[in-house]
């Protein structure tokens, strides 16, 4: 049986939390996905421009470029699939997002071009889980 990283399955985690990140990438090493980390929007454009994602989990809330603004930039060059991650009780009135029982309305969510979105209250395995999901589309 191949593992994720024999089938070349990377996905770049953004967030500004460097021990969100950490967590992130754990988890989903743990399973076979080779991981990079950016902590910002800007920064994460860039690998972007040079690297190869399959999966990129996106922090909404993060200091200059924020997740959707870096989103809707990267939707100018690349469909690769999109999780936004959001931290609880976060204001999503830009794109007229609700929560709903701690999870973003994921139909806003798309509508801003991404696959799906997840409160930052979740387990880390459900961001795995997710990601896998995600793949299996792309």
Do not use: W
């Not at 024999?6 to 953004?14: A, F, Q, R, S």
């Not at 950490?22 to 690998?47: I, P, V, W």
């Not at 990129?56 to 936004?84: T, W, Y």
């Amino acid at each position: 049986m191949e593992t994720n990283a024999e089938n070349g399955v990377c996905i770049l985690i953004v967030d500004d939390d460097e021990h969100i990140c950490q967590l992130l990438a754990l988890y989903l090493e743990k399973d076979g996905f080779r991981t990079e980390c950016r902590h910002n929007g800007e920064s994460a454009l860039d690998a972007l421009r040079e690297g190869d994602y399959d999966v990129v989990l996106l922090d909404v809330m993060m200091p200059g470029m924020g997740g959707f603004d870096a989103l809707a930039e990267l939707r100018k060059f690349s469909s690769v699939p999109v999780i936004m991650l959001s931290a609880r009780g976060e204001p999503m009135d830009k794109i007229g997002a609700r929560q709903r029982r701690g999870r973003l309305h994921n139909q806003a969510v798309r509508a801003a071009g991404a696959y799906c979105a997840h409160s930052r209250g979740f387990a880390p395995n459900k961001a795995e889980a997710r990601a896998k999901q995600t793949r299996r589309f792309v």
